[in-house]
């Protein structure tokens, strides 16, 4: 019975294995389809045209053999942002990152934030109008735009793009751009006719591709927005069929101020009213339908003027738009919240559940690698403060397992003496806890105080863009990806990568000092009674050493100097205790005579 009892542990540990993969297996296709987009995206790929503001889209290629001139382009630079913006519809296409890299490699491309239609993946932003009078004439998607010659978009030097209809009304775009990833767009409109001209200004982020997501439960990626105080989110599996109910909107909502985009794990595109007091609506959209590569899912965040706007003669209409388009940096979010007003910007960065210690963490991580210039040391420095903070807990808890190890040669001749009733071992043990002022579940103390801070801290090393490609010592370069090395190569004397077999080939450096740690602190508790159980318990440094092997690095230095840490603090406790007891276990009860047979 035992032997089947371990068989069955044995299958269960297997099973955790095997869950754990295909819980990890959607991140890992989602990471190659990235590097495979990354490296096809600037390839040109015919061109359909983009969708109304505030209806189905309705795209349609240009017919075959059409000569079309290319689109002039207005130059955008920025201290942290360089691209261009395509003056043929007035999108802003063309966008990549001056401080962020596609890899740790500092001569490897730059992140790339807004893609060109031409590209395998089109990703940008509009402005525009809809003429709901039915009459007036407006910027088509394939209207070329004016600028003054030689014009530039710079923090220093605003653009103001133009377009006269030839009918009364005078189209401008004025545009801005800060020192970081802020694009401020007025739309005017100069009414010189004898009528009035009713209008809807609109702006809109749009992806004509669906994007490869990290495919992780507890990281949202896909469309994000707070609007009049709520947060909304939906995944692009959602927005697909939400909007299969509604034409394709998937949500649309009048707000007040608010903002709305699309969010990656590290990269955010968004719009927001430049004044939040003005009200606008605010929609999710997606259309799938036959475009030049094939079926296709389109997905598209509206953002407009709640109801036409009517511009009478002399008079001239204005709405002024934001959008966001690059980093999500926690500090930068946060100012931007304050000092524009833009609510819970913050809450584009999925700090998740456990947000109330996400954030701190984060906070009190970045202060410290401001003081040390390491995350990594950041993170050791943080967990002696967090094991310093818990230190009564912890300590009142490794003083009952300590006594829980005293008495077990006493609970092992209890179980031994009652192995034919159970229910009478139980009840002496619990009267013997009761004796000793022992509370079993104590032990569990430490690891409970654990779970919340382990999520918190994997959040903030998985989530926030500021570990990203940051460095601890040696062989670690990205404390937010796994440990390179690897045991089944020798850590890299064998020029192969056995992980071409099976991720299970798998073992790197830090996953088996946690390993180790996790084992020697094992062995400082109280073994279960039950040697089932104590079999059990003896796997699970090994089924944690697989399972963390793919974690990020820095999450697992993380777990081993705690572990490191709990040994030195429940080796402390125990000496004490064995002093207190003489340095002796508890006797034995003594054992009741078996009647002689016959």
Not at 266 to 295: E, K
Not at 409 to 420: D, G, N, V
């Amino acid at each position: 019975m035992d032997q089947k009892r371990l068989l069955v542990a044995i299958a269960a540990s297997i099973g955790i294995l095997l869950l754990f993969d295909m819980f990890n297996r959607p991140a890992r296709d989602a990471q190659r389809a990235q590097q495979q987009q990354a490296a096809q995206v600037q390839q040109p790929a015919p061109t359909p045209g983009p969708p109304g503001p505030l209806r189905a889209p309705t795209d349609a290629s240009p017919a075959a053999g059409e000569p079309r001139t290319p689109a002039a382009r207005l130059p955008v630079e920025g201290p942290r942002v360089e691209g261009t913006l395509s003056l043929r519809g007035a999108r802003l296409d063309d966008l990549v990152l001056r401080n962020y890299h596609e890899t740790v490699d500092r001569n490897s491309p730059l992140v790339r934030i807004l893609a060109p239609r031409e590209g395998s993946a089109p990703y940008y932003a509009q402005w525009g109008w809809t003429a709901t009078d039915g009459r007036t004439k407006v910027p088509a998607n394939d209207t070329d735009w004016t600028v003054d010659a030689g014009a530039r978009l710079t923090p220093a030097t605003p653009v103001t793009l133009r377009w006269d209809n030839g009918e009364g009304q005078l189209f401008e775009i004025a545009l801005t751009l800060d020192e970081n990833y802020l694009v401020t767009a007025e739309q005017r409109v100069r009414n010189t006719a004898a009528e009035p001209v009713q209008l809807l200004p609109w702006a809109r982020v749009r992806r004509e591709s669906t994007p490869p997501t990290q495919g992780f439960y507890i990281l949202h990626e896909g469309f994000v927005g707070v609007l009049d105080g709520r947060l909304r989110e939906a995944t692009y599996a959602t927005a697909k069929s939400d909007g299969a109910k509604a034409n394709g909107v998937a949500l649309d909502q009048e707000t007040g101020a608010g903002w709305a985009g699309f969010t990656d794990k590290y990269w955010l595109a968004a719009l927001s009213p430049a004044n939040p007091a003005i009200r606008t609506r605010t929609a999710f959209r997606h259309v799938s339908d036959a475009g030049p590569r094939g079926p296709e899912d389109r997905w598209q965040v509206d953002m407009a003027a709640t109801s036409p706007i009517s511009v009478a003669n002399g008079a001239t209409s204005v709405l002024g738009t934001r959008l966001f388009a690059g980093a999500k940096e926690v500090k930068l979010l946060d100012a931007y919240r304050d000092n524009l007003g833009i609510p819970d910007f913050d809450k584009a960065i999925d700090f998740g559940w456990f947000y109330f210690l996400t954030k701190p963490f984060f906070y009190a991580l970045d202060w410290l690698f401001l003081l040390i210039g390491n995350f990594g040391v950041a993170i050791l420095i943080f967990t002696v403060a967090l094991k310093a903070a818990f230190f009564p807990l912890a300590n009142k808890a490794y003083k009952s397992m300590s006594r829980m190890k005293i008495l077990g040669p006493k609970m092992t001749e209890i179980r031994e003496r009652h192995k034919e009733d159970p229910a009478k071992a139980q009840q002496e043990m619990m009267a013997l806890y009761k004796t000793e002022k022992i509370n079993p579940a104590s032990g569990c103390l430490p690891i409970l105080i654990q779970i919340p801070v382990f999520f918190a801290l994997y959040k903030v090393l998985f989530v926030t863009i500021e570990m990203r490609h940051a460095p601890f010592f040696g062989w670690i370069h990205d404390l937010s990806a796994p440990d390179p090395t690897n045991l089944f190569n020798l850590f890299g004397l064998i020029p192969y990568d056995p992980t071409q077999l099976t991720h299970y080939l798998h073992m790197p450096a830090w996953a088996l000092i946690m390993g180790a740690t996790m084992f020697f602190q094992q062995k400082l508790n109280p073994q279960p009674p039950d040697p089932i159980q104590a079999k059990i318990f003896q796997w699970m440094p090994i089924i944690f050493t697989f399972m963390l092997a793919s974690f990020p690095a820095g999450l697992v230095i993380y777990w081993s100097w705690n572990n490191l840490l709990s040994i030195a603090q429940q080796r402390y406790i125990m000496s004490l205790e064995a002093k207190r007891g003489g340095g002796k276990p508890a006797p034995a009860a003594p054992a009741l005579a078996k009647p002689k047979k016959g």
